[in-house]
C-alpha cells in the first residue's frame, strides 16, 4: 500500500468533530458576537482627486486603445466577478437574507459591506435611467476606478502615449494606482481578499459568524486568469509595442508571471502582519473597527479546528507562537519563503514575523500598543522590500527559462512542506503555471503534474458557497476542506519527474 493511500484509510476512521476552543477568547474578555450595525467599520478611499464614474472609462475602453491597451476592457470587466459584486448586497440573495437577519444590517446600506462591494459612495453614476428596484449606487459593482484610482486628474494625461512609461510614483502623484507593477497590484487585491484595516475593508467575525464566505488563500496572478483578465502583459503585445518598452527600459512588469507571483506572495506575507498592526493602529482604524481584538484578523484555524491527537497542527508547528494564542493569517508564508530564496535572500518567514509574533505571545491578541509599531518591524519590512526589489529587477532575457526551471523546482520541494491546505494552494497555483513553461519537461510530465496538483489541492477558485447552502456552517465547507487536506497525497503532487533534457547551464 503506497503512503498515500494507507494514510486517507487510516483517516476514514477517525472523522473530525469540530470544537470551538473558546477558552482564549473568554479568557480575553471578549465579545465575540457583538455587532451593533452602527459600530461596523467606515472604508477611507484615497483623498484628494474626484472619481469620473466607470460609464466615462467604459467610453473610450470598449474599443482598442492604439495598440498598448487590450480591446477587450471593459468587455471582460463587464463579464467578472466584480461588476456584479454589489449584487451580493442585495436581501434577494439568501446568504445575505440570512447575515442580514442575523447581524440586524441592511447590507446596502452598511458601510463595511460597501467597502469590498462596490464602488465608493462619491463615484458618479451613470446617466441614463436606473430601474427602479437599483438605486445609483448599485449600478457598477467594483468600477474601474475602485481599483485603478479617481480619475479627475489623470484622465487627461492618460491619453498620451507619453504616459505609458511613468514610473508608478508619477502616476500616483495624478490619483493612479499603476496595476501593472505587481506589488502595487497584490496590494489592491489583497485589501479585499484578505482585508485592510487602514481602509476599513475587513469582514468582521460576526459577519463570518452569520454566514460571509471564509476568505481563503489568495494568489494574485492564479486569480487573475480566473477572472478573465482585461489587459495584455507587455511581452504579449506587438512586437512595435515590445521594442518601444525595451527602448525606454520599461521594468514594471517583471520578468514573468511566476516572478510576479512571487512578488505578490512577499506582499501578501507583509499585509499579513500589517492587518493586526494596522487594526492595533492610530487614527482611522481605531475608529473603522468595531471592537479591539477583532478575531477575524487571526489566523482562524487558531481557534477553529478539531481536537484529536495526533494533529497536524501540532506536527507543523507554530512558527514561535505559542500554542493557544490566535496567531496571524497563515497561508502566505510558504509561498513568501520561495519568493526569499528566489531573490537569493533565502528567509524563514517565522523570522519575518517575530515582531508581531513577539507581541502576540505576550498575551492572547497581544497588547495593542506594542502592536502599533512592535521593535523590529520596520527591518522585517525592509527585507521584504528588498526581495521585492530583487524580484523586480530581474531581466527578462535568455537566462529566464533556466529561472524558471529553478523556481519549479524550489516550488515543488516547497509544497510538500507547506503544513495544511491554504499553505499548500498558492504553491500549487504558481507550480501549475511555470510548470506550462519551464524547460527540462515533456509535454506529458507538465500535463501529468497539473493533474496531480488539481486532485490533490483543487486549484479552482475559492467559489462563494451556493446562495441556497447559506444555512451551511462554515467547518462543512472550508473547514472540511482543510481537514481533508492529506499531506502524502501533496507531496506526491508536488514531485516533478527528473527533467527529460539536461538542463542548459545558466549564462555566465
Ligand atoms: C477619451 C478616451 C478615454 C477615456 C474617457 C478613458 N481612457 Fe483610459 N486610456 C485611453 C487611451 C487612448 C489609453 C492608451 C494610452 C496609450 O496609448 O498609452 C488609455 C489607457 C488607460 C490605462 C493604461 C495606463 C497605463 O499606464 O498603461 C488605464 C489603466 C486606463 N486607461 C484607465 C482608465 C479609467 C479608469 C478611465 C475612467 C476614469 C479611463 N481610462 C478613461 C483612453 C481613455
Ligand atoms: C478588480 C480591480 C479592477 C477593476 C474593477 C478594473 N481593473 Fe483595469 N486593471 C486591473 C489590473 C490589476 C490591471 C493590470 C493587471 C496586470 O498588469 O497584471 C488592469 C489593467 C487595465 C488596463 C491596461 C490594459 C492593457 O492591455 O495593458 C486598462 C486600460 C484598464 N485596466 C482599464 C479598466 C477599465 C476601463 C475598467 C472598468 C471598465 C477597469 N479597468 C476595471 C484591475 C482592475
Ligand atoms: C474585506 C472585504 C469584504 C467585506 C468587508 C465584505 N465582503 Fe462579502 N465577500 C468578499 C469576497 C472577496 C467575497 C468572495 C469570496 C469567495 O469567493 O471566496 C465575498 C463574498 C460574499 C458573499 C457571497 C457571494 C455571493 O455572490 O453570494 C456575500 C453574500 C457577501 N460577501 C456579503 C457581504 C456582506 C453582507 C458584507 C457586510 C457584512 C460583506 N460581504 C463584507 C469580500 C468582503
Ligand atoms: C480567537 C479565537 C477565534 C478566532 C481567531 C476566530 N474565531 Fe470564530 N469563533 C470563536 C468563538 C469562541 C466562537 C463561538 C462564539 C459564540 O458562540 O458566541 C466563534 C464562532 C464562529 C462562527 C459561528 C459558528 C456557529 O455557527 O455558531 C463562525 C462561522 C466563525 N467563528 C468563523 C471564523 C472565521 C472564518 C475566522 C477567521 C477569519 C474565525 N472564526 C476566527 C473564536 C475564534
Ligand atoms: C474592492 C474590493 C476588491 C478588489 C480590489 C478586488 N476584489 Fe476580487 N472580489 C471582490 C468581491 C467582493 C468578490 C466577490 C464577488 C461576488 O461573488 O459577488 C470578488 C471576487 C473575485 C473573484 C471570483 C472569485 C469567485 O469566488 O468566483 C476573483 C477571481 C477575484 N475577485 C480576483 C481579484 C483580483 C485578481 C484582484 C486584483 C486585481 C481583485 N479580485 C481585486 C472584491 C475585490
Same mark, same amino acid.
Given at each position: 500500500m503506497s503512503r498515500a493511500t494507507r494514510h486517507s484509510a487510516s483517516r476514514k476512521g477517525r472523522r473530525p468533530a469540530w470544537h470551538l476552543v473558546a477558552a482564549v477568547v473568554i479568557a480575553a474578555g471578549v465579545r465575540v458576537m457583538a455587532a451593533e450595525p452602527d459600530d461596523l467599520p467606515a472604508p477611507v478611499f484615497r483623498e484628494g482627486f474626484s472619481y469620473k464614474g466607470a460609464e466615462l472609462c467604459v467610453r473610450c475602453h470598449r474599443s482598442e486603445q492604439s495598440a498598448w491597451c487590450d480591446t477587450a476592457t471593459s468587455t471582460a470587466w463587464r463579464h467578472d466577478a466584480h461588476s456584479r459584486s454589489h449584487l451580493a448586497l442585495l436581501s434577494t440573495n439568501p446568504r445575505t437574507r440570512s447575515m442580514e437577519e442575523a447581524l440586524g444590517i441592511k447590507a446596502a446600506e452598511t458601510t463595511s459591506c460597501k467597502a469590498c462591494h462596490t464602488h465608493p459612495d462619491a463615484e458618479p453614476g451613470p446617466e441614463e435611467e436606473i430601474p427602479e428596484a437599483e438605486n445609483r449606487f448599485f449600478h457598477t459593482g467594483i468600477s474601474c476606478e475602485t481599483c485603478h484610482g479617481a480619475g479627475s486628474s489623470y484622465l487627461e494625461p492618460h491619453l498620451h502615449t507619453s504616459w505609458r512609461f511613468l514610473s508608478s510614483a508619477e502616476k500616483a502623484s495624478h490619483g493612479m494606482v499603476d496595476l501593472r507593477n505587481p506589488a502595487l497590484k497584490a496590494e489592491n487585491c489583497l485589501a479585499c481578499h484578505m482585508g485592510d484595516a487602514g481602509t476599513g475593508r475587513v469582514v468582521p467575525h460576526a459577519a463570518y459568524a452569520a454566514g460571509h464566505p471564509p476568505l481563503g488563500a489568495f494568489e494574485m496572478e492564479a486569480a487573475s486568469a480566473a477572472l478573465g483578465p482585461h489587459w495584455k502583459r507587455v511581452w504579449e503585445k506587438s512586437d512595435r509595442i515590445q521594442e518601444l518598452a525595451a527602448d525606454k527600459g520599461y521594468q514594471v512588469e517583471a520578468a514573468s508571471t511566476a516572478h510576479r507571483s512571487l512578488i505578490g506572495a512577499l506582499v501578501a506575507l507583509r499585509e499579513s502582519a500589517l492587518l493586526v498592526q494596522k487594526a492595533a493602529g492610530p487614527a482611522t *482604524?481605531?475608529?473603522?473597527?468595531?471592537? +479591539?481584538?477583532?478575531?477575524?484578523?487571526?489566523? @482562524?484555524? !487558531? @481557534?477553529?479546528?478539531? #481536537?484529536? #491527537?495526533?494533529?497536524?497542527?501540532?506536527? !507543523?508547528?507554530?512558527?514561535?507562537l505559542v500554542p493557544g494564542r490566535p496567531g496571524l493569517v497563515r497561508w502566505p508564508r510558504r509561498l513568501a519563503e520561495v519568493a526569499f530564496s528566489t531573490a537569493e535572500m533565502p528567509t524563514a518567514a517565522d523570522d519575518i514575523l517575530s515582531p508581531w509574533v513577539t507581541s502576540l505571545n505576550a498575551r492572547p491578541f497581544g497588547h495593542r500598543d506594542d502592536l502599533r509599531a512592535p521593535p523590529g518591524a520596520g527591518n522585517a519590512l525592509a527585507r521584504v522590500d528588498a526581495a521585492i526589489a530583487a524580484l523586480a529587477t530581474v531581466r527578462r532575457d535568455a537566462s529566464l527559462p533556466e529561472r524558471q526551471r529553478q523556481i519549479a523546482e524550489t516550488l515543488a520541494a516547497a509544497g510538500p512542506r507547506s503544513g495544511d491546505l491554504d499553505s499548500a494552494r498558492p504553491v500549487a497555483w504558481v507550480?501549475?503555471?511555470?510548470?506550462? /513553461? *519551464?524547460?527540462? +519537461? /515533456? *509535454? /506529458?510530465?507538465?500535463?501529468?503534474?497539473?493533474?496531480?496538483?488539481? /486532485? !490533490?489541492?483543487? #486549484?479552482?477558485?475559492?467559489r462563494p458557497a451556493e446562495a441556497t447552502a447559506a444555512a451551511i456552517p462554515f467547518w462543512r465547507t472550508s473547514l472540511d476542506a482543510a481537514a481533508a487536506y492529506d499531506p502524502a497525497l501533496a507531496a506526491e503532487a508536488f514531485r516533478l519527474p527528473p527533467p527529460q533534457t539536461p538542463a542548459p547551464l545558466p549564462p555566465r
Open positions: *482604524a481605531r475608529e473603522t473597527l468595531p471592537s +479591539w481584538p477583532e478575531l477575524s484578523l487571526y489566523d @482562524c484555524q !487558531a @481557534c477553529h479546528h478539531d #481536537l484529536v #491527537l495526533p494533529s497536524r497542527r501540532q506536527q !507543523a508547528g507554530y512558527g514561535g507550480l501549475a503555471e511555470v510548470i506550462q /513553461t *519551464a524547460p527540462g +519537461w /515533456t *509535454a /506529458t510530465d507538465r500535463a501529468a503534474v497539473r493533474a496531480r496538483l488539481e /486532485t !490533490a489541492l483543487d #486549484l479552482r477558485m475559492p
